[in-house]
């Protein structure tokens, strides 16, 4: 019986009552893409520093602390990659691997639609921005924008190192626990979509800002 | 990265310095600052597959290809390859906008048969122009010849049947070039495997 259901339906994830084709991973596509982020990146630093730490709205994020949080759900997969990749044998792949059924399905959801962000959820705590909540100066701003450039470059080196490696095998709890499995070339699929999402949010409130 | 046509030294069989200053004939080179120009080159090989730049990093060489053949390219959004262009026997090669001007690179350059080359860093190249009273023509000349040939490909890519294309192409390509998988001659055609296939069947050039 196929059932299509919203994800945010109950609250359920049900991958295996919806119909849908499995996602491609092109490491090529990924660096690309990491590299259309960093240019997005360089341009958003551009910024002055008051326009980058203000709120457009109470309760909504500046755009440095939107920077933050990526940095922040970056750090906890570092070490799960790292890890997975090391452990990795070599191969001379450099082909498109067919991500899991679990991993395509979160993907699908990432994309904005019609111009809105859909599917949000509450950000659990520990992703929440900590520095520039507490101290928003300019010094503080650089010292985020500083660790997502090397958060961009550990993750291209990890889509290059997952396309030369047997990376299936070598699975890892994802952020949301046991009940998501990433492989590595999965997982760098997944913070990708993720920062092209706070991409898509950081646009939205630069122009809410004016800027 | 386009390719002049007149750089194809197939029927002879050169040796590397012979295939570098035929590469760089446009700057007249006397036989003293022809030696000097020699010392620069460096040897260098790639297996095949091996991807040579990758798109973000910075492009610091500039090859000449003794043997092999590398293709420069993208994927677009679909995953499919984009291929922009070919480097063979006696053709320059490299992304040559990062090479040049310092960029990051936007695409990919890989050997798709094991490849012989020799290269200049960044530096020489640039030194040459002051070093060598005859770089300034050569860059003249290779320069629009890259850009008439960027120019051609954009109207037969815009402007002619896929048909037309093909036997554009095949009428003008290069031996080493028809030797590798149809599938990157295809994408450099701009249409698929299986309509490449199709003509290649059907179509006399």
């Known amino acids: 019986m196929q059932i299509n259901r919203p994800l945010e339906h109950k609250g359920e994830l049900c991958p295996k009552h919806h119909t849908m084709a499995r996602i491609h991973i092109h490491p090529e596509l990924q660096l690309q893409r990491i590299q259309d982020l960093r240019q997005r990146f360089e341009a958003v630093a551009q910024r002055p520093a008051e326009t980058l730490l203000r709120q457009p709205a109470p309760k909504k994020w500046s755009p440095g602390e939107i920077v933050e949080h990526m940095v922040e759900a970056h750090k906890l997969y570092i070490p799960k990659l790292d890890n997975a990749l090391n452990a990795a044998a070599p191969t001379e792949r450099w082909e498109a691997l067919k991500a899991g059924r679990m991993a395509s399905f979160l993907y699908k959801g990432f994309a904005p639609k019609d111009g809105k962000v859909r599917y949000k959820m509450k950000t659990q705590q520990v992703f929440e921005p900590k520095q520039l909540p507490q101290v928003a100066d300019a010094a503080t701003l650089d010292k985020v924008f500083e660790a997502f450039r090397a958060s961009l470059e550990h993750l291209a080196q990890s889509a290059r190192s997952s396309a030369e490696k047997d990376v299936a095998p070598h699975r890892f709890n994802s952020a949301i626990g046991p009940v998501v499995r990433f492989n590595a070339a999965e997982a760098v699929e997944f913070i990708l979509r993720h920062n092209e999402r706070h991409f898509f949010q950081l646009d939205q409130t630069l122009k809410a800002l004016g800027a | ?205």
Request: hydrophobic content about 40%.
């Open chain 2, 1 to 205: 990265m386009g390719f002049p046509q007149n750089l194809n030294p197939a029927s002879i069989k050169m040796n590397t310095n012979q295939t570098v200053l035929h590469a760089f004939a446009d700057a007249n080179l006397s036989s003293e600052d022809a030696a000097a120009f020699l010392e620069l080159w460096k040897p260098i090989s790639f297996p095949k597959g091996a991807i040579m730049t990758e798109v973000g990093q910075y492009e610091k060489r500039f090859y000449v290809v003794l043997s092999g053949v590398q293709a420069v390219y993208l994927i677009n959004p679909k995953g499919d390859r984009v291929t922009i262009g070919f480097s063979f026997d006696g053709s320059y090669s490299g992304i040559y906008d990062s090479f040049a001007f310092g960029t990051p690179s936007a695409y990919f350059l890989q050997a798709l048969t094991p490849s012989e080359l020799v290269y200049i860093t960044p530096e020489e190249y640039h030194a040459l122009f002051d070093r060598f009273p005859g770089f300034d023509r050569w860059g003249r000349i290779v320069h629009g010849q890259l850009l008439m040939g960027r120019v051609q490909r954009e109207l037969e890519l815009t402007t002619l049947s896929s048909e037309e294309r093909f036997v554009r192409f095949m009428r003008r390509c290069p031996e080493p070039l028809r030797q590798i998988p149809q599938k990157w001659l295809a994408s450099y055609l701009n249409m698929t495997p299986e309509t490449f296939s199709r003509l290649q069947n059907s179509v006399v050039w």
